[in-house]
């Protein structure tokens, strides 16, 4: 009997690798817990990395007839000075900017491709209850849709749940937890014509507070620092507090500010960084933020989630089509890809310590002296771009993996 696989979760990491087993000729059941992806999304950062590997799946048209925004740098915009971090115009990438697209439309772009294949299945309303297990083995999950429940057997669950991973919590996996100093509160502006035109991913730092900024083509998308566990105090202090920050950091912001006026209009990113110290178990492999939440730092989580994505598929799809797979072949995803996530992560700690001591030394955020440095080197002025658009050791899909096709 041929190999199948559950995918539970359907954002961009789960959605991706949906396709790509499928389009291989793997049976593919992808498990989505919400009844349509008409939401709102935080993390909607395309990086080169990911377009790069759109255009190996010759889905990077149907992927730019979205609205988008292409961010070709990002700045450090203290008090005293606008530091440019990275420039990718001056590099060599195939798409040299991250693109800013509404998260929405590009799962459902990939979900009509999806839906070409026969061996795809998606189920849409389907909350996972439980695991199905046998001598130690899952063999399936079971999921609740419309007051139904469901069992679904499997050669293999993929959890691609995101940072609160239903099947994580199933599984019983132990976590290592790491220690982010602050949290985030997500609201939109208006975005106007005279808008400055070089803010598409810039932070602002003032004295309490980083202010990043996301050029979403039709608004701002605003992120507000505020102290680790502060979301009950700054409420209590209202949006004023808000307004007077951005009003002084941000005085091209400052004509919009009054539509800013209750907390309703604000979501808490409660910042996590975290990872599991096992990413599977027979029959079980977690991905993306089910196995490692990552800080907004650098907004890199996307990125990180489907290179899992593209490890996996690249790791997995000929084992499972050969009847082959083994929880051996599930570790080495792991021992793939995590050691570059412990990284990435220490390197958020580390960026939100400095500034938090800052903080409190009354010092303001500041420039994190190693990237500093790395500016000031020419033989390393590009690393920095480097690592935003591609990772440390970028994944590639294979070619016979983005080519191949059932239809064929």
Request: aromatic share 8%; charged share 20%.
């Amino acid at each position: 009997m041929q190999q199948t696989v559950c995918i539970v979760g359907g954002g961009p990491a789960g959605m991706i690798l949906a396709l790509i087993l499928a389009r291989n000729g793997v049976p593919v059941t992808l498990l989505e817990a919400a009844q349509d992806f008409k939401r709102e999304f935080r993390g909607d950062t395309v990086h080169p990395v990911i377009l790069d590997l759109f255009d190996q799946m010759g889905l990077i048209d149907d992927i730019f007839n979205l609205e988008h925004v292409k961010a070709t740098s990002f700045r450090y915009r203290t008090p005293t000075e606008n530091f440019l971090a990275y420039d990718m115009t001056t590099s060599k990438y195939r798409y040299p900017f991250i693109a800013l697209i509404r998260q929405s439309e590009m799962l459902e772009v990939l979900l009509e491709h999806a839906k070409q294949y026969p061996n795809f299945q998606i189920v849409m309303g389907a909350r996972v209850e439980a695991l199905l297990e046998q001598n130690q083995q899952i063999t399936g999950v079971r999921y609740r849709q419309n007051n139904n429940l469901v069992d679904l057997p499997s050669s293999v669950v993929i959890g691609a749940d995101g940072r609160f991973s239903k099947v994580r919590q199933l599984a019983q996996t132990e976590m290592l937890q790491l220690s982010p100093a602050t949290d985030v509160l997500w609201f939109k502006l208006p975005k106007y014509p005279t808008d400055p035109p070089d803010s598409e991913t810039d932070l602002y730092l003032s004295d309490k507070h980083y202010i990043a900024m996301l050029d979403r083509a039709d608004h701002w998308q605003v992120g507000f620092s505020i102290p680790r566990g502060g979301f009950q105090a700054a409420k209590q202090q209202g949006v004023q507090t808000i307004q007077t920050v951005i009003q002084e950091r941000i005085p091209w912001l400052a004509d919009r500010m009054t539509q800013l006026t209750d907390f309703s209009q604000i979501t808490l990113l409660s910042v996590q960084i975290s990872r599991a110290k096992r990413w599977f178990k027979p029959g079980l492999l977690l991905i993306g933020d089910a196995a490692h939440v990552i800080s907004p730092v650098g907004g890199v989580g996307i990125n990180i989630a489907v290179q899992d994505a593209i490890a996996t598929a690249n790791s997995i799809t000929t084992l499972l089509l050969e009847n082959r797979l083994e929880t051996r072949h599930l570790a080495a995803v792991q021992r793939r890809r995590n050691w570059q996530v412990a990284i990435l992560q220490a390197q958020q700690v580390a960026i939100e310590k400095a500034s938090t001591d800052a903080f409190e030394k009354n010092q303001g955020a500041k420039v994190p002296t190693a990237l500093r440095f790395l500016r000031s080197m020419p033989l390393l002025r590009e690393l920095p771009a480097r690592l935003t658009a591609y990772g440390i050791i970028p994944e590639k899909l294979r070619p016979s993996l983005a080519f191949r096709s059932t239809q064929s």
